[in-house]
């Protein structure tokens, strides 16, 4: 392959990657309510004072560990499924330890952008 | 859905009419849907007709509104409940304490007002979260630590004002204890200022706590004498460095040495929180590995003795941050270890690295201890997601009961030995034993806590309650009271402060009537309820 | 008794009772009313297909059948009392719903240690032509032949529950088929068993 070719294949690539990684308005605005509201018990990383149970994980994903036994990812932002109704349900509902959340809190533009968000084709 | 005491719908749908000329409509909550999301997610009564339901919610968003709501509600009798955040889980929640009440849920006002790192404070209004102030403290760059409470998520404002708790020095630790001057909209509407605050034009608001005269900011904390709008928070300045430290000791009997000279490193104000724990009895909430041992009653101190042995490890262990610069951190700790060699035989030491402060944002997500260093965080709910032990019949939320006690191995030994009885005799497995450490969210006092599990299922949630109030008679018994609970225990574990024949709550009772006539602000709240509801007590 | 209420048509809603299209061994088990299992079952009144079902199924000479109606809204089924009901027998259930409510019930029975054993997409186009796809039966696939590719599956579904409930397959290929795994028609009905 000569080196132009593997320029055009590299800069198509990284293109594509940086398109597949951006995010609409709406799904940007969903991943700063997710920052703010979701990610410090369904984030990836821990470390706390009562760790985790396995890899040190934040309360909600050990808790999905635990649920879904390998069958399912336990990061909510690497689940590629879920859908808009659940998310919803839950939020509103809460469910075991994980509370209601108020529209004071979590407006529903917020949650309609959160949706958005970890409802994204991928 | 519920509506207000003694109202019709007609009457309510006139007063939620004037909230909405006040608030907007859009901030005003009255649908079935709407109203459930102020429901208390761990009720101990969930789904039965004791749950506290709320009729409605409004949300203002400044000072002037709020005084517009609360002269509404004396107009058309309509009970009130302020939350802040909403988020006092295990204590009621968004929740109010009497069916039909309308929740004044203040997150919207969430304006830091000011942060000052010289003179080492925050003014904050109701809505803001920990998270909130702790960001606005990095970006800003201010040179100042918070102290925190678990979960982050809370407010200042509404964790102080339930005399909530967190984990670095001690007189930071009291939340309550550490604010500094008060707005308040009466439960007439009247806005009042305390403290130096109370001078037009004092520029020392969050500088001199009491002003002249009686200070009236304690009525304002667990009760209903008004609506708080906003509070100094007394901020420690972000420490130079810090090192946490551990002292073990072999005998089950040394325990009240280690105590009495835990004590006096604590009140000369020489150490961050001690953590207390006992490498024989297992962690802070495991389940006992000394079960077999108690099975036959209560040990005595030479089974006791004959145990710690068996396990060839030390009875107790205290760990505490130490919070400065690097020479007095290292010369704290070297005189800690000294005192400690001087008093109790065999005691050994563990340090870890000394760290610089701040910790930098990379660094942060990886942090085991991060509440220590005043950074909020969800990840005490660990104690309730999902796991191993509970993932066949996991619960729904908690509800929490620490048993307070004086300072001493007697006191801390009492309240587990009461709390295990309990929970055996109501057919519980005891969450406490002769190896339970207390946790000293107050410098100057124990916690032994419980922690209860709440469903949403009656049948289980009855057995919860029963054996929460038993546990509440049973520590009464011997003098023990809990520090704070949830809106379905209060006029229980009100009853029990009950010296000379209950002067204390008839007192407050007094102030209530004087200056609550309505009885709008949260009736039945921490017990006390306006004299025209004195028949509700529970 | 079920109330009817105002549907969404999917086709036209054919009228089926009886056992007469029913595969031989789905026929013998339906006749041998000591060996009929409590079924819980679920259905939204929302889609006429689902309503059909539900119908059938207490119409069935099994009195051990309790039908619940979602009525648009599974949170207020869920976390009313189906749930604590799970939590207490954990005897599988059987629905027919949209897929979203499916997507729902399957994680909230994941929480109560339960999964979908078996499901039955009912995908069905523009025209109302209906495609019947089944995962996670060792059922042969004869006892869907007779359902057609026209409307009036629901009815038939119900029919089979007995043989479906009995069927506990440990192939998980009934599992979370939403996502890059699901069948391009977003909007189908599923027949599913939870156990």
Redesign the interface.
Known sequence: MSKLTILCVLFFSFAGAAQAQELSPSEASGKVVFDKWCEPCHGRVAGGVFGGFGAHALPGTSALMIKYKGDLPPVLEDRVDLQPIYISTVVRNGLYGMPITRKTEVSEADLENVIAYLTRPR | MALPPNLSQAEFDSALGEFEAVVGTD?V?SSD??V????D??SPFWGEDEERIASA?V?PDSVEEVQEIVRIANRYLIPLYPIS???N?TYG??APTLTGSVVL?L??MNRIIEVNDKRNYALVEP?VSY?DLFKYIRENGLNLMLDVPDP??GSPMGNSLDHGVGYTKGPYRDHFGSHIGLEIVSAEGELIRTGAGAIPGSDAWQDFHYGVGPSIDGLFAQSNFGVVTKMGVKLMPMPETFMNCTVTAPRYQDLQAMIEEVNYLEDSLLVGMPFWGSPVGGGLFDASPITELMQNGWPSVEQLEEFVTAQNKHAWSVSFHLYGPEEIVHATWAAIQRRFRDKIPGVAFQEEDLHNLPISDEDI???????LLGIP????????????MT???????HADMFTMTERTAEGLHTAARTLAETFIDLGFPPATHPFTTPIAFYSRAYCVAILVPTW??PAKNAASRALYEKCLDNIAEKGMGTYRTAPAFQDLAVSKYSFNDGALLKYQEKLKDAIDPNGIISPGRYGIWPANMRNNRG | MINRRTTLKLGAVGALSGLVNLPLQARAFYSNKTSLLPVQAVYDSVYSESLAFANTMQLSSNSNISAKDIQGDLSGLWYGKLRNQLISHRSPIIGLTSRLDLFCLEELARDVGMKVSLRVDHLIDQDGKVEHQLFGSTLANSSLENLGHTAGFGSKMAELSQLFLADQSPDISAQKLTGPNAPLNKTALVTWVIS
């Open positions: 901030w909550f849907a709407d459930a999301l102020y429901r997610s761990y919610a949300a955040t909403g988020r889980l929640g968004a849920d997150k919207r809505g998270f982050g998520w997500p990886a942090l085991p201890d991060k509440a965080n969800l990840e005490i709910f660990h104690i309730v997601a999902r796991n191993p993932d066949a019949d996991q619960p729904d939320g949403r299922d």
